[in-house]
């Protein structure tokens, strides 16, 4: 199993421009996440998905859009881009609600707009 | 609005020593905790999960609860100049849609050899 994987690993983006990060696991999770990190930061939720075709936004889902039209696949759209959306960007999936399912993560989109 | 406080450090600790890590949360009624840890460059891995008071024990990491005081601990004996990364406190929250997770902005650890 390849797990959680991203693309692409690292973009730079002029403002306004718009684009979608690709995130795609295997491991049949109803659960996915988008998370931002910005430097010597936590992660801030950005939007999960429970399953395919529903979606919720999370902490900090100004800017952005997401989709779930399939288990596997969960892109994260960019639409207008920003300095402030400069950061990286985690994709994550669960597999379930319950507390003890882990959420596994993937390598990280490391996005600059400049 | 919840929040997850932890002390952003550095902690530097020489090897073989404890360290202690502490993170405070906002909402009375959380019930789940994590500890993930962060190498550089790298993504998030879980480390502990703790949903009762107390202490649980993994080899070297013990997590710590205190639901009436608010605070989650990890502690880590034996350190080891490998345990050198952020340390990220996370409690999970629940709403109508499903359940996700709300981060500290982490604990960067220094062990020392």
Redesign the interface.
């Known amino acids: 199993n390849a797990g959680v994987t991203q693309t692409p690993k690292f973009r730079i983006l002029k403002i306004g421009q718009s684009m979608t990060l690709q995130c795609t696991q295997d491991m049949n999770h109803n659960?996915m996440?988008w998370?931002r990190q910005d430097p010597?930061?936590?992660?801030?939720?950005i939007y999960?998905s429970?399953g395919a075709g529903?979606t919720?936004k999370?902490?900090v889902p100004n800017g952005y859009n997401v989709s779930r039209s399939t288990t596997e696949d969960f892109p994260l759209r960019l639409e207008l881009a920003a300095p402030s959306q400069t950061s990286v960007y985690?994709c994550a999936s669960s597999a379930g609600?319950?507390?003890?399912n882990?959420?596994f993560?993937?390598?990280?989109t490391r996005l600059t707009v400049l | 609005q919840k929040e997850?406080e932890?002390n952003?450090g550095p902690l530097s600790v020489p090897e073989g020593a404890i360290a202690s890590l502490n993170c405070t949360y906002s909402d009375r009624g959380s019930?789940?905790f994590?500890w993930y840890r962060q190498y550089s460059g790298?993504?998030?891995?879980?480390i502990m999960?703790i949903?009762s008071n107390g202490d649980k024990e993994d080899g070297r990491f013990t997590a710590q609860l205190n639901k009436a005081s608010q605070y989650v601990s990890l502690l880590i004996r034996d350190s080891q100049p490998s345990d050198s990364a952020t340390y990220?406190c996370a409690e999970?929250f629940?709403?109508q849609?499903?359940?996700?997770?709300?981060?500290?902005?982490?604990t960067t650890l220094s062990v020392s050899s």
Not at chain 1, 105 to 108: D, K, N, T, V
Request: aromatic share 18%; net charge negative; no cysteine.
């Open positions: 659960y996440y998370y010597g930061m936590g992660l801030k939720l999960y429970v529903i919720d999370g902490e985690f609600a319950h507390s003890y882990e959420q993560f993937g390598p990280g | 997850v932890q952003s019930q789940s994590f790298k993504s998030p891995e879980l999960s949903y990220l999970e629940q709403d849609a499903g359940t996700a997770l709300i981060f500290g902005k982490g």
